[in-house]
Nanobody, 121 residues
Framework: VQLQASGGGSVQAGGSLRLSCAAS????????MGWFRQVSGKEREFVAAISRGGSTSDYAEDVRGRFTISRDNAKNTVYLQMNSLKPEDTAVYYC???????????????WGQGTKVTVSS
């Protein structure tokens, strides 16, 4: 499956962005989807994940209550709605596809190219 992330940009603290990740190739609905982020010089970290059918999701503690992951299997797309953004949310955000909902990078088999989010104070 090929993944294409989009929606990044620059926003002031307190603002919102919605990231999208469009999938092509094999059946989108057979994959759990995750979002990770990486700051230059640091390891990539888990942000959010959603199950294949969309009924279950999980979040990193520092985004819980501010970010919402969702998916539309008919459109082969997963979203990450990011509200109340903080400067520490600044990173390159990656979407990923894997066989099950997971918070660990190595559980995901396919990765998008990343979209940059910059939050200014």
């Amino acid at each position: 499956v090929q993944l294409q992330a989009s929606g990044g940009g620059s926003v002031q603290a307190g603002g919102s962005l919605r990231l999208s990740c469009a999938a092509s190739g094999r059946t989108f609905g057979t994959y759990a989807m995750g979002w990770f982020r990486q700051v230059s010089g640091k390891e990539r970290e888990f942000v959010a994940a959603i199950s294949r059918g969309g009924s279950t999701s999980d979040y990193a503690e520092d985004v819980r209550g501010r970010f919402t992951i969702s998916r539309d299997n008919a459109k082969n797309t997963v979203y990450l709605q990011m509200n109340s953004l903080k400067p520490e949310d600044t990173a390159v955000y990656y979407c990923a596809a894997g066989p099950r909902l997971a918070t660990i990078e190595r559980e995901y088999d396919y990765w998008g190219q990343g979209t940059k989010v910059t939050v200014s104070s």
